[in-house]
């Protein structure tokens, strides 16, 4: 059965940093090309990072470059998702994404809370 699961929320004070990761299961993670998603309260969930299979190409949200980083480690079937210089308006719940480089199947995670507040 396809997992996964997103570690590493929790509550910050703005200019601090968080390390996200993934760890996923069922699939063969180095096919997939995964991502960072994150929806705040009352908005559309949007996409923060990118990193595809198999050339590990990286996308970033605007409001994002220079302060995160995607990267991911195939060998551990993790992504994960460096997040520094945070900002109160990076709260939100950030989801993990995986979308096979193959077709449309894709999956989720069950996301992971991320609070920047003093």
């Known amino acids: 059965q396809e997992q996964l699961v997103e570690s590493g929320g929790a509550l910050v004070q703005p200019g601090g940093s968080l390390r996200l990761s993934c760890v996923v299961s069922g699939l063969t993670f180095r096919l997939y090309h995964m991502a960072w998603y994150r929806q705040a309260p009352g908005k559309e969930r949007e996409l923060v990072a990118r990193i595809s299979s198999p050339n590990n190409e990286i996308n970033y949200l605007d409001s994002v470059k220079g302060r995160f980083t995607i990267s991911r480690d195939n060998p551990q079937n993790t992504v994960y998702l460096q997040m520094n210089s945070l900002k109160p308006e990076d709260t939100a719940v950030y989801y993990c994404?995986?979308?096979?480089?193959?077709?449309?199947?894709?999956?989720w995670g069950q996301g992971t809370q991320v609070t920047v507040s003093s």
């Open positions: 994404h995986a979308r096979t480089r193959y077709g449309t199947t894709e999956y």
